[in-house]
């Protein structure tokens, strides 16, 4: 056994005992009906507030090309 594989071992022991394996490995709800409503949700809509600060960027790009690298470069 090398010092890697000890090393290894040593890890792996530290983490069984700090977490310890849980009793009741079964769900407690079915999923499937949250997955229903959640798909029936609506998506994310693009409301006026959103589509004022894209203008605005945009906007801004066209009066001061020279922001065009300063924003990439804060991306």
Known sequence: ???NDRELDF???QLKGAIPP??????NT???PRMLRR???PSVTFGLFES??????VLSFV?????????????
């Open 22 to 27: 849980r009793q009741d490995r079964r769900l």
């Open 11 to 13: 890890i792996r022991r």
């Open 52 to 57: 004022l600060l894209v203008a605005l960027v």
């Open 1 to 3: 056994m090398t010092g």
């Open 39 to 41: 798909m029936e949700e």
């Open 63 to 75: 009066l001061f090309p020279e922001l065009i690298p300063v924003m990439l470069y804060h991306l």
């Open 30 to 32: 079915d999923l499937w």
